[in-house]
């Protein structure tokens, strides 16, 4: 069968850095099992075992209330050292089963993890098929800009913020290089992101992240969070039924209404959004995330079940004194 998506399929199996050794599991859904399919025609070029799992197989009725133990057993019998997430996202199961699936694919079997939340046609030959030794190269060079970096100002479009970092997190760069083990991020890949000290200040986000993003794609009527000493003060919106679905999600857990993530996307192929925060977080621009600040990875001393992304557009960055992007374009 001829390979829909090629170079995105091969950037794929190029970004974990998979060879003949390696034993890969696939975990896909029924609306996702063609891209499942086109990456696995080309892991299987290289002679590798595959495991399948369709989650609605194994779950039944989606969303996933929980993880299943002989889901869990599956995986365990087969050991692989190297896995995709290649499916959707429904409301409520980022806690319930995608956390706990990670859990067991990163932290307990320590396989190298394309995390690829929500893929779609659109972003397998845009986002994935980038050039991504360009993408190494400049993510690598804004991750050695901020690594050390006390402070970042960003203005946008009814944007304004000022972040300050703590410098005992860690700056992850997320670069297209998924090679060592126990080392997971989302593809398509391209940004930089810690969790922040302080963040004060409004964003108006036009994408938002986890079941939002499926939900209503772009938003025709963006979401003007006000943050004060990063927390959440206020939600407001045109559309009054998505700014109190907002509201709901975020205070549905501890730190829930916490800025967790303070990231700089570095995918300098994307031309515009499309409405899929797994592609759209990594635009040229900021994003930031109320809710889980990655811990594990970037050393914060709190975290939160709940992750939701908001992402402003034409963002203007400075570091520290130095502006980096105008408009959405890099200076550097």
Known sequence: ???????????????????????????????????????????????????????????????????PKKMRNKILDFQPNVSYYIATGKKGELSKFRWPLKELLVDELKCRHGHMISIDDTIMKQGMSADYDVIHEITQKVYRIVKDALKIKVKAEGTELKATFNPDHEWVPC??????????????????????????????????????????GVLRDPLIVEIKDSRVVSAECKNNHLAKEFIKYIKSEENGDRVGEFAIGTNISLKK????????????????????????????????????????????????????????????
């Not at 199996?13 to 599991?25: F, S």
């Not at 997971?184 to 930089?192: C, D, K, R, Y």
């Not at 600040?293 to 402003?312: F, G, M, Q, R």
């Open 273 to 332: 959004f499309i409405g899929n925060l797994l592609q759209d977080e990594k635009f040229p621009g900021i994003h930031i995330a109320f809710g889980g600040s990655y811990s594990k990875l970037t050393k914060a001393d709190w975290d939160c079940t709940n992750h939701l992304d908001v992402i402003p557009r034409k963002c203007s960055i400075w570091v520290e004194e130095e502006q980096i992007m105008k408009e959405g374009k890099f200076l550097i």
């Open 1 to 67: 069968m001829k390979n829909k998506f090629p170079k995105g399929a091969k950037n794929a199996v190029k970004c974990l850095n998979i060879g003949k050794q390696d034993r890969v599991a696939i975990i896909t859904d029924n609306s996702r099992k063609h891209i499942a399919e086109s990456i696995v025609q080309e892991i299987k070029k290289i002679g590798c075992e595959v495991l399948w799992l369709i989650i609605e197989d194994e779950v039944g009725m989606r969303p996933a209330t929980h993880f």
């Open 175 to 216: 670069d297209g290089r998924i090679y060592e083990q126990g080392k997971w991020s989302n593809l398509p890949e391209g940004e930089v992101y810690t969790c922040p000290d302080k963040v004060n200040g409004k964003v108006k986000a036009y994408v938002m992240g986890d079941y939002f993003s499926d939900k209503y």
